[in-house]
Each structure stands twice: as structure tokens, then as C-alpha cells.
């Protein structure tokens, strides 16, 4: 059965860092790029990053370049986001979602597997 599940979500001052994890399972990671998303009350689901199948080609939504960092290790079927001087305006549930692609090319219809998501709200 194919799931992802993530963990890291928190209650962080503005400044401040998390780490988000994606554990994949049911399916060859290696095998596919995997996004990170977002979603604050009342908005539309944001993309946030992708990473290639191989880890080569990352991309970022401009709301986060620069201080968020993607990365995965497919020996041990992970994925994670680094999310580094939080702001407010980053509250959200963060999901990961499988792309049916190697690479991160294709747009959010994409994606075919998305995780149930994890809380990260930036408050003081």
C-alpha cells in the first residue's frame, strides 16, 4: 500500500527553524520527484519545492528561496524540508506528494499520491 506520512510540523517564533519529514512507503522512491505543499486557511494549496528522482534538479516556489532547502535520501525511502528564518506568513499544512515523473517539470496535476500533512504555525 502507498503512503506518505509526515512529521516535523510546530509552534515556532518567526526566526526560527524546522524540519519536515516525508517517510514513503509501498512504492520505489528512487523512482519519482516528490513535492512539498502547502495550505493556510482560506487559501489555495501552494506549491513549495520539488525534488528530482535523483536529488539533481530542485526547484522553489520565490515565497522560499533562500531559506527553505529540499533534499531526500531514497535509501531510506525520506524526504525532507528545511525550513529556515520562518515568517508568519508560512503558517500552513505542509503535505508531500509522489509525482508520476522523474523530474519536476509537470504541474500540480501531477502529482497522484499526497500525504495527510503536518502543522507548522510561525507565531510569536
Known amino acids: 500500500q502507498l503512503q506518505l506520512v509526515e512529521s516535523g510540523g510546530a509552534l515556532v517564533q518567526p526566526g526560527g527553524s524546522l524540519r519536515l519529514s516525508c517517510a514513503a512507503s509501498g512504492f520505489r522512491l528512487r523512482d519519482y520527484a516528490i513535492g512539498w505543499f502547502r495550505q493556510a486557511p482560506g487559501k489555495e494549496r501552494e506549491g513549495v519545492s520539488c525534488i528530482s528522482s535523483t536529488g539533481g534538479s530542485l526547484s522553489y516556489a520565490d515565497s522560499v528561496k533562500g531559506r527553505f532547502t529540499i533534499s531526500r535520501v531514497n535509501g531510506r525511502n525520506m524526504v525532507f524540508l528545511q525550513m529556515n528564518n520562518l515568517k508568519p506568513q508560512d503558517t500552513a499544512i505542509y503535505s508531500c506528494?509522489?509525482?508520476?515523473?522523474?523530474?519536476?517539470?509537470?504541474?500540480?496535476?501531477?502529482?497522484?499520491?499526497w500525504g495527510q500533512g503536518t502543522q507548522v504555525t510561525v507565531s510569536s
Open positions: 506528494a509522489k509525482s508520476v515523473r522523474l523530474d519536476c517539470l509537470g504541474g500540480d496535476h501531477e502529482y497522484d499520491y
